[in-house]
């Protein structure tokens, strides 16, 4: 066997054994090492969500005031997303 291939063999199973190694017997926890910590609170986040679908309805209306048809409220979107999860429920079913 060539020694290029045993040499570079052993540092391809070295960088990849080792490091399965350290996660599994590692008492720390992914978020300790990367020290993540969430750059906006939960509730900022739930506001910036709501804002972002408030924002998203009032485009969709101006474009539906244009062309002359009637404005969606949330209701009627929530409504409409129901639907399309039932639809695709049942095509998910009847292919199964």
Do not use: C
Not at 36 to 51: G, R
Not at 68 to 74: A, V
């Amino acid at each position: 066997m060539n020694v290029f291939t045993v040499v570079f063999g052993g540092l391809l199973l070295f960088f990849v054994v080792v490091p399965i190694l350290l996660g599994l017997f590692s008492k720390r926890s992914p978020r300790d090492y990367l020290d993540w910590k969430p750059t906006i609170s939960p509730e900022a986040e739930i506001e910036n969500d709501v804002d972002d679908v408030e924002q998203m309805l009032e485009a969709q209306n101006a474009i539906r005031r244009r062309r002359g048809r009637p404005e969606l409220t949330e209701e009627d979107f929530q409504a409409k997303v129901r639907a399309d999860h039932e639809e695709l429920r049942r095509w998910r079913e009847s292919s199964s």
